[in-house]
Every structure is written in C-alpha cells, then in structure tokens.
Nanobody, 125 residues
Framework: VQLVESGGRLVQAGGSLRLPCAVS????????MGWFRQAPGKEREFVAA????????QYADSVKGRFTISRDNAKNTVYLQMNSLKVDDTAVYYC???????????????????WGQGTQVTVSS
C-alpha cells in the first residue's frame, strides 16, 4: 500500500497550489480520502475529506471557500486545490485513506488506516 503526495513547495501568500496524492495497493473506489496538515509545534489537523463516490466533501472552517478536494477514480488520485494561500497554511500536508463501504467522510485522524509521507507547503508573506 502506498500513498504518495507531491506538489508541495514555497509559494507567496495569495498564491495557489495543487497537491496530488496517488494511491496504489488499495481499491481506490472503496476509499474515503482525507487531507490533514501539521505545522511545527502543532498537532495534526483535519483539512478536507471526500467520500468514495465524491458525493460528500467536508472542509475545516479554516480552509472553507479556499481549498477544494477532488478525486479521479480512473487515476487512483485525490487532489487538494489550495487557493488564496495564507502564511498560516504553512505545514506538512498528508493524505490519508480508509476503506468505507458507503459514501461517508471521516474527519478524525485516528479513523484513517493508511497515510502518505507528507509534502511540505511553505507560504511566505
């Protein structure tokens, strides 16, 4: 099982990034996918989640209206589009997966079974 995030880099405040997370070794269509982030000295926090069919999406209040989670089941990939980035968005971003037999989202890290290694996003002022 592998979850591989990419796309993290240094970006100026107000800019945009798209983070893909490619999944292998699992039946992607069965997975609820989530994005979490962890800033230095802080706990890992929920960012966004999407159900197996893409019908249900949920966002943290801090990113609502700026970030969009999406998935391409044909490519076994989940994306996090991040717009209007702020310095406070600086963190390591992780994607996570869990097999759920119905359309649902999960917002707690402990509900996810599989994790990627993370990708660093740094937003400068």
């Amino acid at each position: 099982v592998q979850l591989v995030e990419s796309g993290g880099r240094l970006v100026q405040a107000g800019g945009s990034l798209r983070l893909p997370c490619a999944v292998s070794g699992l039946t992607f269509n069965d997975l609820t996918m989530g994005w979490f982030r962890q800033a230095p000295g802080k706990e890992r926090e929920f960012v966004a989640a999407i159900s197996r069919g893409g019908i249900i999406r949920q966002y943290a209040d801090s990113v609502k209206g700026r970030f969009t989670i999406s998935r391409d089941n044909a490519k076994n990939t989940v994306y996090l589009q991040m717009n209007s980035l702020k310095v406070d968005d600086t963190a390591v971003y992780y994607c996570a997966a869990v097999s759920v037999p119905y359309n649902a989202v999960k917002v707690r890290a402990q509900e996810y079974a599989y994790w990627g290694q993370g990708t660093q996003v740094t937003v400068s002022s």
